[in-house]
């Protein structure tokens, strides 16, 4: 478990080269007691760490994409104008189905209808999160309620991970 833990985070790193001081360097930063080996809340870490750095990774890459395809001048950072002239262009490779460079009222109502039903979702998903982990009922997930909410959903995916699994064993 520690090596393979060890092996992602020194891959998971962009422009880390990988060199056997790693091990040391995962061991130092995630060893909660300061004994060597990694515990059980040592690795707990270590795989949370990992987690944040890819999805920072992602985020970070995401961002750097969107700049470079909608940074007109050249300032490394979107302003107001050129993050809207991002979202025109997502939307017209999107739905703009005869190519003409403009949304027709039948896209905008197509595109409108997406948007309306990805925000329902987002406010239905919200609410069952609310209703089963708003412990204190204040209408907001504290730190203490995202986490559990967390935990709810990466054991939910680990049993269908390995439902998943042992199915294509079973074929």
């Known amino acids: 478990m520690l090596a393979c833990t060890c092996a992602q985070v020194t891959t998971a790193q ?9 091990h040391a360097q995962v061991i130092e930063r995630f060893d909660t ?10 690795r707990r870490a270590t795989r949370m760490g990992l987690k944040k750095m890819q999805f920072e ?10 700049v470079e395809l909608f940074d007109a001048d050249g300032d490394g950072k979107l302003s107001k104008e050129e ?11 999107k739905y703009d189905a005869d190519g003409d460079g403009q949304l027709s009222a039948d896209e905008r109502a197509k595109a409108q209808a997406a948007m309306r039903e990805r925000k329902s979702k987002l406010l239905e998903r919200k609410g069952k ?10 209408g907001q997930l504290s730190r203490e309620e995202r986490m559990q909410a967390r935990k709810a959903q990466l054991k939910k995916h680990r049993h269908q991970h390995q439902h998943r699994s042992s199915q294509s064993e079973d074929t």
């Open 129 to 138: 999160l609310l209703e089963r982990f708003d412990a204190d009922g204040d």
């Open 83 to 93: 993050r809207q002239a991002g979202r025109k262009q997502r939307l017209l490779e």
């Open 33 to 42: 007691n300061g004994n060597g080996p990694l515990n059980r809340e040592g």
């Open 14 to 22: 962009p422009g880390n080269s990988n060199h056997p001081n790693k």
């Open 57 to 66: 990774h992602r985020h970070e890459s995401k961002r750097l994409q969107m």
